[in-house]
C-alpha cells in the first residue's frame, strides 16, 4: 500500500541528499526537502523546499507541525575532514548540536524514524581489512567524532524516545546521476575523482598524488569508491527496514572492493581520452593506507546490490556532469 506519509529530508540540496530525494520521487514517495543552501543547490531541488537551518529549533516544530511527516533522512552536515581539524566547534555545532535539535524536534511531535548519513570515518585507522560493522571506532577526525557520537545518540533516543534509526557509514561517495541532472557541485573540491576531473578538463595542470610509498601493490592508498546512485538505494532499503522493525541498525554502505589512487587515474585516462599529468607529494596527514569495507551485512540484510559502483561507471557518470558544470559556468561569464 502507498505510504501517504511524507518523508523529511535535511541536506537534500546537497550531493548525496539530491539523488536520494530524486529517488525516492521516482518511488512514488512525498518528500520535503529541508535546506539551508551553504553548500546545496535549488537547482538540484525538485521537491518543496523549506531554506532554513537546523539550529532554528522554532522551524522545526513549525516544519513538524505543518507536514504529516513519519521519516527524516538526516543528510545536512559539514563534511570536510581537513576543515574539521582547523575548525572543530563548526562540527560539534553544525554536526552534533544540531542533529540533537532535529531528534528533539521528532520526539516532541512522535515522529519515530530516522536515517542518518555516517561514514567510514567513524573507523578511524583500521585494526583489519576489510572493515565490518563490528570494527573499533576510533575517529582521527573532529568530522568522524561528530557522526559517532550521534550514532551514539540515537542509541539511547530509541530507549528513551522509541526513535528507531539506521546509521549508514559511506564509504567514498562518487560518479553522478545517470541521467546527468544532478552531481557533485561543491565550491571546495577536495576528493580525488573530482580533482582528477578537473585535470583532464585542464582546469588544474597536474594532480598530486599523496604518497607513493604506502605498503600496497603500487604504493597509493586504496579506497572502497561507491556510486551515489547505489548510495541512494541503500537508502531506499533503509527505509523499508524501518517500515518493517524497530532498533537501533547501523550498515557500512560499499562494495567490498578497492582501487588505488593510480587505478582511478588510468580509468580516468582510459574514460577521458584526456592527459592527466600526476607529480607525487607526500603524505596527506590522516590519510590511511587502505580503506576498504566488508559490505555483506547490508548486502544480506537489506539486499543491497550495487549497480553503478564500478571505476568505470563512477568516473564515465562523473566526467559527463563535470562538463556540463564546466559549460555551464563559462555561459554565466559569457553572459
Ligand atoms: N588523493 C590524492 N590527491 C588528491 C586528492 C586525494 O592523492 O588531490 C588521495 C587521498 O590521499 C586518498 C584518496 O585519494 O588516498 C581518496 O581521497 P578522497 O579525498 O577522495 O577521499 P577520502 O578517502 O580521503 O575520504
Not at 25 to 54: A, F, K, M, W, Y
Not at 275 to 299: C, H, N
Request: proline share 4%; with cysteine; charged share 20%.
Amino acid at each position: 500500500m502507498a505510504n501517504s506519509k511524507k518523508i523529511l529530508v535535511t541536506g537534500g540540496a546537497g550531493f548525496i541528499g539530491s539523488h536520494t530525494t530524486k529517488l525516492l520521487q521516482e518511488q512514488g514517495r512525498d518528500v520535503v526537502v529541508l535546506d539551508n543552501l551553504s553548500t546545496g543547490h535549488v537547482s538540484s531541488v525538485s521537491c518543496p523546499l523549506i531554506i532554513g537551518d537546523l539550529s532554528d529549533r522554532g522551524l522545526l516544530n513549525k516544519i513538524f507541525s505543518d507536514f504529516d511527516i513519519d521519516t527524516v533522512i538526516h543528510f545536512a552536515a559539514s563534511v570536510i575532514v581537513e576543515e574539521s581539524m582547523i575548525l572543530p566547534g563548526k562540527y560539534f555545532e553544525n554536526n552534533v548540536v544540531n542533529s540533537l535539535n532535529l531528534l528533539n524536534a521528532m520526539a516532541a511531535h512522535g515522529i519515530s524514524k530516522i536515517i542518518f548519513s555516517s561514514s567510514a570515518a567513524v573507523y578511524g585507522e583500521p585494526h583489519y581489512l576489510p572493515i565490518d560493522e563490528d570494527h573499533p571506532k576510533m575517529p582521527t577526525n573532529p568530522y568522524g567524532e561528530t557522526k559517532l557520537m550521534v550514532e551514539k545518540i540515537l542509541k539511547w533516543y530509541l530507549t528513551s524516545h522509541n526513535l528507531s534509526s539506521v546509521s549508514l557509514r559511506y564509504f567514498n561517495a562518487s560518479g553522478a546521476h545517470s541521467d546527468g541532472s544532478l552531481g557533485e557541485n561543491k565550491a571546495i573540491v577536495t576528493h580525488l575523482i573530482p580533482r582528477v576531473l578537473r585535470v583532464a578538463a585542464h582546469q588544474t595542470e597536474v594532480l598530486q598524488i599523496y604518497g607513493n610509498d604506502y605498503s600496497t601493490p603500487d604504493g597509493t592508498c586504496i579506497r572502497d569508491y561507491v556510486h551515489v546512485l547505489d548510495l541512494a538505494q541503500a537508502h531506499f532499503l533503509a527505509l523499508e527496514k524501518l517500515d518493517k522493525e524497530q532498533g537501533c541498525f547501523a550498515y557500512n554502505v560499499a562494495t567490498g572492493k578497492g582501487h588505488s589512487v593510480t587505478e582511478v587515474v588510468n580509468a580516468a585516462v582510459e574514460i577521458t581520452k584526456k592527459m592527466i599529468p600526476i607529480e607525487y607529494a607526500i603524505r596527506r596527514s590522516g590519510d590511511p593506507t587502505s580503506l576498504v569495507a566488508d559490505a555483506s551485512k547490508i548486502t544480506n540484510e537489506l539486499g543491497f546490490s550495487p549497480k553503478y559502483s564500478d571505476l568505470e561507471t563512477i568516473i564515465g557518470t562523473a566526467w559527463v556532469w563535470h562538463q556540463r558544470l564546466l559549460q555551464e559556468n563559462l555561459a554565466k561569464i559569457v553572459a
